[in-house]
Each structure stands twice: as structure tokens, then as C-alpha cells.
């Protein structure tokens, strides 16, 4: 199963808001645990970073500096990892009214640089979480997921992680957004019981 995503204390970020029928959807999609490159419906392009040209890593766009660790430590999909350190961020097709998941994989911030902010998450004009410092090894990042659930109030949404530029590099990676469905009660609780996992969210009203 993936790490529970209850384990934020107040000032940390507003990890879930209360949405309808986000609670089984998010049981659904958490217990089929695949990758950003693998998930089915996944409107975030090159979620991984595993295609990247000379002219960087498209469709992402960066905002002050560029680092993108190719192959040379361990990510956690595939081969490579980026380090935030200003911004960086996709423009993704979403509809009105609908909600998604949101689901990364967070490493970390390099202990071999200057840490004095939190790495921000933006979806839209809505900061959706502030992932506090975790100083770790660049050569042995600490990967975990974190997962948010989000609304869309517009045709296009811009997915956004920011910092200061030379104020922080932590590292992200396995990025993916999925519209959450309404499934009925019947077909969730058989995926559930099916894959063997089951997980209870605890949701943050406001």
C-alpha cells in the first residue's frame, strides 16, 4: 500500500480538502500503486523526467535554475530526478468542477546546500501544500509520496513547485494527476478487498 497521507501537523500545509466522494475515490487509485509513467489517465506529460532534450525537459517549464540529476542516483521512477530550486511547472487540461488527485514523490532537500524555505505546491492560484525542509543526502535521497486532492476551477490548471532560487533544492519526482471518478460504493470496495489493501484518509475541512 502507499504511505498514508494523514501524517501532516497543523502549519505544514493543507494536505486534503474536503471534497465529495473524494475519500473512496482515493482508495481506488491508491490501491492500483503505479507509477506517474504507468498511470492510466495521467494528465501530467514527462511526470518522471525521463524525456529530456538539450532544450530541457518539456512540457515542463523552469523558472530560474535547471537541475535535473539523470541517472547518476536513485529516483524514484525510472532514472531521473529534478531539483526545485526557484520553479517549475506544466500547464495540464482540466475540467471545470472536477476533482483530481494529486500524487508526487517528494526526496528530500540536499543537506549540501542552504535550506532556509519550504518547497510550495500550486495548483492553479491555490497553494495546496508547503512541504516543509527535510535535509537528506544528495546521494541517498528519502523518497515518499504525498498526495492532495484538488479541484479544477478552469479549462487549463497550472501544476506549480516553487522555492527560492539558491534558498532550497529539494527533490521531486513520479509526478501524475488523475481525475478522480465517482465509482459506485460495490466496484470500490471489490478493488479494494481484491488488491488486499485498504487505507483510511483523514481530511482537513476549509
Given amino acids: 500500500c502507499w504511505p498514508a497521507a494523514h501524517n501532516w501537523r497543523k502549519g505544514e500545509g493543507h494536505p486534503m480538502r474536503t471534497l465529495s466522494g473524494l475519500t473512496a475515490a482515493t482508495l481506488l487509485v491508491s490501491s492500483l500503486n503505479i507509477s506517474a509513467q504507468g498511470v492510466l489517465g495521467n494528465l501530467v506529460q514527462n511526470g518522471s523526467f525521463e524525456d529530456h532534450p538539450p532544450s530541457g525537459i518539456p512540457p515542463w517549464v523552469w523558472v530560474r535554475s535547471l537541475t535535473l540529476d539523470v541517472g547518476s542516483r536513485q529516483a524514484a521512477d525510472g532514472t531521473n530526478f529534478v531539483m526545485v530550486s526557484g520553479a517549475i511547472y506544466q500547464d495540464i487540461p ?44 544528495l546521494n541517498a535521497p528519502q523518497w515518499r509520496y504525498l498526495e492532495y486532492g484538488v479541484e479544477a476551477t478552469g479549462s487549463t490548471t497550472r501544476l506549480e513547485f516553487s522555492t527560492l532560487a539558491g534558498e532550497a533544492f529539494p527533490f521531486v519526482d513520479d509526478v501524475s494527476v488523475v481525475a478522480i471518478p465517482e465509482p459506485s460504493v460495490t466496484g470500490v470496495l471489490g478493488l479494494i478487498f481484491a488488491s488486499g489493501c485498504v487505507r483510511f484518509l483523514w481530511r482537513v475541512s476549509g
Fill in 94 to 137: 482540466t475540467t471545470v468542477g472536477h476533482e483530481y488527485l494529486l500524487r508526487f514523490a517528494f526526496g528530500g532537500d540536499d543537506a549540501g546546500e542552504v535550506n532556509s524555505v519550504p518547497m510550495s505546491v500550486l495548483w492553479g492560484n491555490q497553494t495546496v501544500a508547503t512541504v516543509p525542509v527535510d535535509l537528506v543526502s
